[in-house]
């Protein structure tokens, strides 16, 4: 009697599943940036923030206009009046934001774990952390674009009450229009590379803080080599470029600052926090 023996079940084919396309990492990093909660208030927030900042310093500037001189008028109209459209105190606000923002993209993923899923997901790492910069760049362009141009709009509109309001055809005014939109993405980009050495949240947020802002207050203009740094910072770049053209030169500051190297130090801030994200993420375990 011959015993019975069972066949061995065919092997399963290996299925050949179609590799992710960069198109589904932007889809893919976009709706994973825009789940955070502390992203999306984070946005709304700064922007309503940004805003009121440069709407309250137009309306202090209608409330002491009576009290101005007739210089003091006419030097307000037009350096004045754009300097109320993006305040000093907006600029630190945005680094700070920004700067948090980016930091806050990356670094979650780290501190909740989902970074190890989506590089099993992905494996290709530089690929995905190439979306998740691309994405991050152009959500914080679109925040700097809203956030300069509503408060270039309602701070004009405000001090045009006392004709002091200036019009988006200023000569020059457009390189200060730019500095302010192209502001939070270099910030951003920063804070994500920042995240990508760090990977703990609240350092790495303080070490953003400390690299775009705090860092500055220490550096003086009254050496070259100490002038040299704080102009290679974003804070004192987009003041030179929100300056108009052709204002005469401030005699106080030893050594100045040119627009085009401003530019660069903007692309390098902004392609240097991109280039460590890249590095860091790709060369270490997580």
Known sequence: MTALTSAAPPAALPV???????????????HKLLSLRSIRWGLLLGLLGLVFLNANAAIADVNDWPHFTDAQREFFRPAGSLAAGFTNNACIATLLIAGSLGAVALVSEYATGQIRTSFAAVPARRALLSAKIAVLTVVMLGFGVLATGVSFFVS?????????GISIT???????????????????????????????????????????LLVPNFLSQNHHWSACLYHATPFRAWQELHELVGLPPNPNITFPAQPAGEWLVYLAWAAG?????LFFGTRRDV
């Not at 050949?16 to 976009?30: G, I, K």
């Not at 004009?156 to 002091?164: E, P």
């Not at 926090?273 to 994200?277: C, D, H, R, S, W």
């Open 273 to 277: 926090g991109a280039l460590a994200a």
């Open 170 to 212: 200023e000569p020059g005014i457009w390189r200060a229009l730019l500095a302010s939109s192209l502001l939070p993405a270099v910030c951003a980009l920063t804070g994500l590379g920042l995240a990508a050495l760090v990977r703990h949240s609240a350092a790495t947020v303080v070490t953003t803080t400390t690299v775009l």
């Open 156 to 164: 004009q509109a405000i001090l045009s009450g006392r004709r002091a």
């Open 16 to 30: 050949d599943e179609p590799r992710a396309r960069f198109r589904d990492l932007l889809l893919a990093e976009w």
